[in-house]
């Protein structure tokens, strides 16, 4: 036979590369596959459309045969150049739409099928793994891969591979996975390798962006003779660089809801033009239908418990690694000068490591029972950063956290999707564990004034978000308790340190640092969770305890040349919460704080808090109204849920102090320091606060504490009319002194006040009339030295806290929000029958003090004091304001004579009432007012060398020189407004006295009386003398008589 010629081979395969156009148009028209002709490496130009709105493009498909190498192990590589995915939501909607008509379905509710649809899916790769032999021959390779969403965006992929390998050797000399015991020979193993490389995105319109730089997926597992797919699987994910655009991809999905939402709006309206009128057996139908959604939820949650459960015990351990992960956020409806706002996060390394621990390991039967399934996991995250940019300068880093630690150990997931055999036994639900420890390093804040604005707009943008986005829980309650788990989890954060930069005050300086700062820094802070359920007679309760501490805490302003100045000194704050969350939730709060001082003497602290105040308010005050609401007392304001709130502190000091410049230029003010002072609230008086038993009690003291506060006895109840009704918190203050701070070295060290022991109640109640709110205050005694010194100097720091934290004058922003608001004030909106009685609520009070003492030093002599023995003031419903004072007493200096006080005015039983009453005149009918004085004697008293005048002239001159200082305060002028000017008339109540006893003394000087009473009795010694010398004259007189 002879050889074929070339020729003749040539036109074969012309003949043949012919025909193969035939095929494909055939293959066309049968299958709707498009292959327009055979290159040199495979087909070329592939395009098919497996539905109405889905297109398929491959620029070409081919096949390469290779030797197995260690890195290559198959002998095929499928490459797949440029597939592209075309996908068209307006054209698939309208193909599901009509495949739905026309086969009279209703549509498939989210739910039940989209589980039956994962399920199907699983299986799926269960059955691929049979044919596991041929798959490791053939690996996978595409190049340039992309799917189009029209009007939405394109993802675009540079390189994708994919292969599985069988080798054993190779497989197991992997190190990543070794949490499991070594598998029976009959296993298999086997590994799924894919990597991926650049990832793009372009939304439509816009330049694109790298997402994704790497990625290399690879799932471990072993193959059973007997069962289908993957037996103990492991998955790692290793991503490398990772930007998220998501402004590009809230926008995408914004695209995606509207594409949908117009599609819908379109069936909505063709369904309406041939909608049947509703009947009345319709309506009858709507709780059948009722019943039928609640068959089809819990059909949803048997499948999606049934494929949860199989995937979670499939899967041994699971693997994530990012080399760098950013994220970039522009905060909507936030501008600056028409600049956009951008919150910016990165973070250099993230890995998580979640696996299944084996029930036979130490690891697992230190925590969990053999019976159960429990997970660890493993978090770490370093290098976290956060910033915003507002394009003006370059992005400024806010937020630095160095590293992050979390390690958890939890039987959740699998008793989650487990099915409960008894949901009233408080052992199995105690089976739900959870351990938790995170630990946070050297956590750092940097923020600067104008910062702040950003942030307060952040998180009004972000609560309105929420409120807007706030849904319906379909979830029932008793799921979700039994869900709650036994959980011990500790937070903690060390040396966390928040910095604030200021513009420097001494300008001076010329060093390279040009800013102030404002530095907070802690030594430890520590959160511990612990929760458990329990039993009682009548339901299964589920506690939550939290226990709080902080220790060594400061807050201090640094200049820019290195000097340090204290602003804040904590040395330990603890604060306990017990939460009852089921079945109904209770709050009780226990807190103690020890050394707590606020030191706010140095003018730079003063002008960097009064920056960042400012600052922050340029955003409140925008949001701000000037309307004003009437609410009813804190008390009432209270939410139900909070039970019990004890707060105990020791040595509390406040220092305040500033530079009045028109005056002088040292600093002045004052200082309070506080021994100890206590603060209790209980929604309701009469019950008593039993603790729920713990596993462990955190804190001795604070245990011995509770269970002495136990066993005091209960207060008799009362009849309560409001739900609000019973409240009462109680404000205890002991050893309470006030000193001025000034730049005088021989200034006193006296108090200027000075309160023993105080205490305050504050209780709701109601009667026939109406709610109460009833304020009970005790002082066991008030010393008082006033001076105008003192009032100055306290006026100085008051007016620099005021500088500091309000605004003084007005602001121009108020002037334009009053131009466009109504001429009431006052917010009038509805109010239910129970906010209404709310509102009717009377404020009463009571104030007794066994002694007031004030003592005044006067610009000129003699001082005065006033002291009242047996204070008893109040108002109450129905009743006019009282006070009774057993004793009052005013006494002057005495003259030429220091720290001695003689009496001017002596009063006993003084009771004063301030009423009203109603006088009619003609037809009209006016109220006037009458200060009623009642007592049983007074006593005054004018001591000898006492120039009354000086005391009225004191007290007048104290007067306006107060007025004065307070018109300096308030303008921060010299001004001189004591100006006399003509007046109106005065309208003063009117004023009636009566007393049973009125004594008026005069007294003179002791030394005067002595030399009265040495004249006295010199003046009838000579009386007597010059009587007995006439007596002898006379006896001589008759003697010379009776001589002649």
Same mark, same amino acid.
């Given at each position: ?47 098919? @459309? ?96 992309? %799917?189009?969403? +029209?009007? %939405? ?15 054993? +050797? ?94 819908? /709006? ?98 697992? !039967? ?34 630095? %956290? ?27 639900? &105690? ?5 938790? &420890? ?257 596993? !462990? ?56 006040? &000075? ?18 709110? /009833? ?78 003492? %004030? ?124 100006? +006399? ?10 004023? @009636? ?52």
């Amino acid at each position: 036979m002879p050889l074929p010629t070339a020729s003749f081979v040539g036109g074969v395969l012309v003949l043949a590369y012919l025909s193969s156009f035939v095929l494909f148009a055939l293959l066309r028209i049968l299958t709707g596959i498009s292959i327009q002709r055979i290159g040199y490496s495979g087909f070329r130009r592939i395009a098919f @459309s497996p539905k109405d709105g889905i297109k398929i493009y491959v620029r070409g498909i081919g096949l390469s045969l290779h030797r197995p190498t260690f890195a290559h192990p198959t002998w095929i590589s499928l490459h797949l150049t440029e597939p592209q995915v075309v996908v068209d939501l307006r054209a698939l909607q309208n193909s599901t739409k009509n495949v739905q008509a026309e086969e009279k379905t209703p549509p498939q509710k989210d739910g039940a099928s989209q589980w039956k649809k994962l399920t199907k899916v699983k299986d799926k790769i269960k059955r691929l793994h049979t044919k596991i032999k041929y798959l490791s021959l053939v690996d996978l390779v595409a190049v340039a891969s992309s %799917v189009v969403i +029209k009007e %939405v965006g394109t993802i675009t992929v540079e390189r994708i591979t994919l292969a599985v390998d069988t080798r054993a +050797k190779t497989v197991d000399r992997s190190r990543l996975f070794q949490h499991d015991q070594t598998k029976a020979s009959s296993h298999t193993p086997a590994e799924w390798k894919s990597s991926i490389r650049s990832v793009l995105f372009t939304p439509e319109g816009k330049e694109s962006s790298e997402i994704l730089d790497g990625l290399t997926l690879s799932v471990h597992g072993f193959l059973h003779p007997h069962l289908e797919g993957l037996r103990d699987a492991s998955i790692a994910l290793k991503l490398g660089r990772l930007d998220v655009p998501y402004d590009d991809l809230l926008d995408a999905n914004e695209k995606l809801r509207q594409i949908r939402g117009l599609a819908k /709006h379109e069936t909505r309206d063709s369904e309406s033009v041939q909608a049947p009128k509703i009947a009345i057996n319709d309506v009858l139908k709507e709780p059948q239908d009722i019943e039928d959604r609640e068959e089809r939820l819990m059909e949803a949650v048997a499948e999606s418990r049934e494929f949860l459960g199989s995937v979670l015990k499939g899967i041994q351990e699971f693997q994530l690694a990012i080399g760098f992960l950013g994220l970039s956020r522009r905060i909507r409806s936030l501008h600056t000068s028409g600049q956009h706002v951008y919150f910016n996060m990165a973070m250099k390394e993230l890995g998580l490591d979640l696996l299944r621990l084996d029930s036979r390991s130490p690891a697992h !039967r230190m925590y969990f029972s053999p019976s159960d399934v429990a997970h660890q996991a493993l978090l770490t995250a370093i290098s976290i950063s956060a910033g915003v940019d507002d394009g003006h300068d370059h992005p400024e880093r806010m937020l630095y %956290v160095p590293m992050v630690t979390a390690t958890v150990k939890t039987t959740l997931p699998s008793k989650t999707l487990q099915k409960p055999d008894d949901t009233t036994n408080v052992r199995e639900r &105690n089976s739900n564990i959870l351990f938790a &420890n995170l630990v946070c390093t050297s956590p750092s804040v940097d923020l600067d004034p104008k910062h702040l604005p950003l942030l307060l707009a952040i998180a009004k943008v972000r609560q309105e978000s929420k409120k807007s986005s706030k849904a319906p829980l379909l979830t029932s309650r008793g799921f979700l308790s039994r869900l709650l788990p036994k959980a011990i989890i500790k937070i903690a954060i060390q040396e966390p340190v928040v910095r604030v930069s200021l513009p420097p005050l001494s300008p001076a300086y010329t060093g390279d640092v040009e800013y102030d700062l404002l530095i907070s820094s802690t030594s430890t802070m520590s959160l511990d969770i612990d929760s458990q359920h329990s039993s009682t007679e009548s339901a299964i309760k589920y506690g939550l305890h939290l226990h709080y501490r902080q220790t060594s805490s400061s807050l201090y302003y640094q200049t820019n040349a290195g000097q340090k100045h204290d602003l804040l000194q904590t040395e330990t704050i603890e604060v306990k919460v017990d939460v009852n969350v089921l079945p109904q939730p209770e709050v009780f709060v226990y807190g103690r704080f020890q050394t707590f001082s606020v030191f706010l003497v140095r003018t730079e602290i003063s002008e960097g808090i009064r920056q960042i105040v400012k600052a922050a308010r340029r955003e409140t005050d925008t949001n701000s109204g000037s309307t004003v609401v009437k609410k009813p007392s804190f008390l009432r304001q209270i939410p139900d849920w909070l039970q019990h709130v004890s707060i105990q502190g020791a040595d509390f000091n406040v220092e305040l102090a500033g530079v009045d410049q028109a005056v002088s230029k040292y600093a002045r003010g004052f200082a309070l320091q506080l021994e100890s002072w206590s603060a209790e609230y209980k929604a309701h008086r009469e019950d008593v606060y039993v603790p729920v038993p713990r596993r !462990r009690s955190l804190s001795r003291s604070f245990s011995r504490e509770r269970n002495d506060r136990s066993t005091t006895p209960e207060a008799p109840r009362k009849k309560q009319t409001l739900p609000t009704d019973g409240r009462r918190l109680a404000v205890h203050i002991q050893g309470l002194e006030g000193h001025i701070i000034d730049a005088v070295e021989d200034s006193t060290a006296d108090p200027f006040i &000075n309160l023993p022991k105080f205490e305050v109640a504050f209780s709701t109640s109601s009667d026939i009339q109406g709610p109460l709110f /009833h304020i009970n205050s005790h002082a066991k005694s008030l010393l008082v030295e006033y001076s105008l010194y003192k009032h100055f100097s306290i006026g100085v720091a008051v007016l620099t806290f005021r500088r500091m934290f309000l605004r003084l004058g007005p602001h121009h922003l108020d002037e334009e929000r009053k131009k466009h608001q109504p001429s009431s004030t006052v917010k009038t909106r509805d109010h239910s029958q129970y906010d209404q009685v709310l509102m009717s609520e009377v404020t009463t009070f009571d104030f007794k003090a066994n002694l007031v003492q %004030v003592k005044a030093e006067m610009p000129a002599d003699p001082p005065l004091m006033i002291q009242i023995f047996g204070a008893d003031c109040g108002r109450h419903r129905w009743a006019t304001p009282f006070a009774r004072l057993k004793v009052v007493r005013l006494l002057a200096g005495t003259p030429n004579m220091k720290q001695v006080w003689s009496r001017i005015v002596s009063v006993k039983n003084l009771r004063f009432d301030l009423r009203e009453m109603k006088i009619k005149s003609g037809q009209k009918t006016e109220i006037a007012k009458s200060l009623d004085f009642t007592t049983d004697v007074v006593r005054i008293g004018v001591p000898h060398g006492m120039v009354l005048h000086t005391i009225f002239d004191n007290i007048v001159n104290t007067v306006k020189s107060v007025e004065q200082l307070h018109h300096h305060f308030s303008t921060g002028t010299l001004e001189y407004i004591l100006a +006399k000017h003509p007046e109106g008339p005065k309208k003063i109540p009117r004023i @009636s006295v009566r007393a049973q006893l009125l004594l008026f003394e005069i007294e003179d000087s002791g030394f005067e009386w002595k030399l009265g009473t040495i004249y006295r009795a010199g003046l009838v010694e000579q009386q007597q003398r010059l009587a007995r010398e006439e007596a002898f004259r006379l006896k001589v007189k008759n003697a010379e008589s009776q001589r002649q």
